[in-house]
């Protein structure tokens, strides 16, 4: 547009490369016109930084099952395409504008691959697989109960038992021991059995997955009935 005939400036941009900009100048007084033309070549900017600082730290264990991703920019990312799943090679989760990567809840025990790549106009920049392992499960939660506590010698009693709680991962052993003994041994993860203590007895039933051992006790005491001897009447 028009500008001043005396001189001046103009402060133009800011431009994202590459570009290339051409400008002409025309000037016109009574005795005629002149100009000028000048073309200006916008580069693109250097390609991003790689990113540092993973969270979770690279080849980390114990991770919580609702960890998320975050990470430092590298620099000169305008955004980053994250990759995240199973090793060695990640699937493409997303792009982001944020240094940060929600997760939906990850499985127990298990190794997770991830990587950023920086991105700008200047080009992407990939950074290093990164990996962590998730916590253990927690151990599985037992229950067992005698259908009565309390018998008289030579009576039979129900146990029932359940360690199926958490469903995730599975039940690897499951057995009830006694004490005193004898013990019952390897059983399923959930049933009933009947029993005829001959003296009062306490009953634990253990299962075991990879994340340890949960257990659970009930004693059902037996009673010896008292004979009480009366002499005849002579």
Not at 41 to 50: D, F, T
Not at 103 to 121: D, G, I, M, R, S
Not at 191 to 209: F, I, K
Request: charged share 5%; glycine share 10%.
């Amino acid at each position: 547009g028009p500008k001043n005939p005396a001189g001046g400036s103009q402060l133009l941009g800011p431009f994202a490369g590459p570009t290339v900009h051409n400008y002409q100048l025309d000037c016109s007084n009574v005795s005629g016109s002149g100009g000028d033309a000048m073309t200006v070549n916008i580069q693109p900017p250097a390609p991003p930084g790689l990113p540092t600082n993973p969270n979770p730290p690279h080849t980390s264990t114990g991770v919580s099952i609702f960890a998320d991703l975050s990470w430092t920019s590298g620099a000169g990312a305008t955004n980053h395409d994250v990759y995240f799943g199973n090793c060695p090679a990640p699937a493409f989760a997303g792009n982001t504008n944020v240094p940060q990567w929600l997760l939906p809840v990850l499985n127990y025990n298990t190794q997770y691959c991830w990587q950023v790549v920086e991105k700008n106009a200047g080009g992407s920049t990939p950074g290093p697989v990164w990996n962590f392992t998730t916590q253990l499960p927690p151990p599985p939660a037992c229950a067992i109960s005698a259908s009565s506590p309390v018998i008289l010698l030579g009576q039979s009693v129900t146990l029932t038992w359940d360690c199926t709680l958490p469903p995730s991962p599975p039940v690897t052993t499951t057995a009830i021991t006694a004490v005193p003994p004898p013990n019952i041994g390897p059983v399923p993860v959930s049933g009933n059995q009947v029993v005829t203590p001959s003296q009062s007895t306490t009953y634990t039933v253990t299962a075991t997955n990879v994340g340890g051992s949960g257990s659970a006790s009930v004693t059902v005491n037996v009673y010896v009935p008292k004979i009480i001897e009366v002499a005849p009447e002579l």
